[in-house]
């Protein structure tokens, strides 16, 4: 006869047996999408119902949307003004309805904002406070905020543009991004063209950035005299600084606010990739459009660095450049805590087999995943207007998540984890001179430099990559106290006093 306690036993096992199991996760890879606002994707209820569909179909997990497009927003809560978009109805909040819509199917919406884009008509803005009209032509003096190309010239191609090396201009810039974060849900912001403009630069040095303020903080900073040339190695340097500094400063803030919102930005791959970090000193975004995206994914000022890797895959050389961005991102050891690297794609100068050979070719080198530009243009033949969107889409959304597709079992993304984040910033006041250029050294519990950086123009400054324990960072030869950088927070330091 079965014993008591072996009859126990059987029923316990019988009744573990018949428990739920959680079912499994589903792998986690970003598979991003572009929505811009230069034509039809966002702008009603009735395409942004289309869009979350469609995403949905694709096995889409991230819609980098475009709410801020030239110094306005596509929103009704931000720094930036609502925009004037006749196309969209009185009242409507597109980010609002995107982000309701799309989180009610798991889909996640990243606030894209071209970054230093302020203006493209000769008409001005109709909104008195939009910053082209504060502070963009006829203004002078601190009040002017547009980048200068090294002959005077204010307007980039069709843009007028804002200079990341004017203070003002910078913290505007910053205040864009965190208020978006500040009033809506949104699961990240996207950097865009955070760089300076390459209009009339391709091939040589980067001849923008002649701002009289930032001139005149550039002298004042670095002791130099005169108005450097364009290739002018100090001056190249400062100029890259001052972009870094944007996007250092930006995360912080919007880690301040929500520690768990993805910092993000579409980054510059002209031409072949490089080899390995010094070849990247000479590369074309480096060197033409300043704009050192290494450095922030090695000191984690970005969660996820979205390359724009802008290549046609049935073009010989440009296939073989994708394969190169793809794999020096993969190379990049990133020092705190997840950075993520994904290759963007260029669909609207692809095939769509092309396009599926490329999401594959990311995968294969170890990527977290894949983003497609554009919805509005899915391949080549929308591009060139042979061939609608609505017939394109349903096709490429089979090739992509059908079956045998790279696409066709689900696939997560997380946002970043907030427990993860130790990250602290400051501010530096002086008694004499520039407070920006300032270095700052973070030193560890033994005093040891493990990082450095430069203040900003308004002497701020910050580290996300930090050492356990406690930290100090010294400035001009004053020390800060020591402080232990709490996880899950940006830790605010006490304002620092130097000469």
């Known amino acids: ?29 970003l598979r991003g999408l572009w929505v811009d606002a230069f034509g039809p994707g966002l702008k009603t209820p009735a395409e942004v119902d289309v869009l979350v569909s469609t ?35 009185a009242g409507f909040d597109p980010l609002a309805d995107l982000i309701a819509k799309a989180h009610a199917q798991g889909i996640q919406v990243h606030a894209w904002i071209i970054t230093t884009a302020i203006w493209n008509s000769t008409t001005p803005p109709t909104d008195p406070a939009h910053a082209f009209n504060a502070h963009g032509l006829g203004k002078t003096g601190r009040d002017f905020w547009l980048m200068v190309k090294n002959d005077g010239t204010t307007r980039g191609g069709n843009d007028w543009l804002l200079d990341p090396g004017h203070p003002d201009a910078a913290e505007y810039i910053r205040n864009m991004y965190v208020s978006v974060v500040k009033n809506y849900d949104v699961d ?18 980067n001849n923008w950035g002649y701002n009289p303020t930032a001139l005149e903080r550039y002298r004042a900073e670095t002791g ?3 108005t450097p040339l364009p290739g002018d190695a100090q001056w190249s340097a400062w100029r890259t600084q001052q972009v870094t500094n944007l996007v250092r400063e930006t995360a912080l803030a ?9 910092v993000n930005a579409a980054t510059i791959t002209y031409g072949a990739g490089p080899a390995n970090e010094a070849e990247w ?11 050192d995206w290494v450095t922030w994914v090695k000191e984690g000022y970005l969660d996820i660095n979205v390359m724009m890797n802008y290549k046609r895959d049935f073009v010989a050389d440009q296939a073989l450049w994708y394969d190169q961005w793809n794999a020096f991102a993969a190379s990049l050891r990133p020092g705190a805590p997840e950075v993520h690297q994904v290759s963007g794609a260029a669909i609207y100068l692809n095939d769509q087999a092309s396009t599926v050979s490329q999401v594959r070719k990311a995968r294969q080198a170890g990527l977290s995943g894949w983003a497609g530009y554009s919805y509005r243009t899915p391949d080549m033949d929308v591009n060139a207007g042979t061939r609608t969107k609505e017939q394109v889409l349903p096709e490429l959304t089979a090739r992509l998540s059908g079956e045998g597709g790279p696409f066709a079992q689900e696939a997560r993304w997380d946002r970043p984890s907030a427990a993860k984040l130790r990250a602290i910033s400051g501010q530096v006041t002086v008694t004499s001179g520039p407070v920006g250029g300032r270095t700052v050294r973070l030193l560890d519990g033994n005093g040891q430099e493990v990082a450095r950086t430069q203040t900003d123009g308004q002497g701020r400054y910050g580290f996300m990559r930090l050492p356990l324990g406690a930290v100090q960072v010294e400035v001009g030869g004053v020390i800060g106290p020591r402080v232990t950088p709490q996880a899950g927070k940006v830790t605010l330091l006490s304002p620092i006093a130097v000469p």
Do not use: H, W
């Open 1 to 29: 006869m079965m014993s008591k306690l072996t009859a126990a036993l059987l029923t316990s096992l019988l009744l573990a047996a018949c428990q739920p199991t959680d079912p499994p996760q589903a792998p986690q890879e």
């Open 55 to 89: 995403a949905r179909a694709m096995k889409v997990n991230v819609l980098f949307a475009q709410v801020g497009r030239r110094g306005d927003c596509y929103c009704n809560n931000a720094a930036m003004p609502r925009t004037n978009d006749p196309a969209v109805p």
């Open 254 to 262: 919007v880690k301040a606010v929500k520690p768990d919102v993805s």
């Open 188 to 205: 990240g912001i996207q950097f865009d063209r955070v760089r300076y403009t390459d209009f009339n630069t391709v091939g040589g040095p």
């Open 281 to 291: 000193l000479r590369s074309r975004p480096y060197t033409e459009v300043l704009q």
């Open 224 to 226: 130099a005299t005169g």
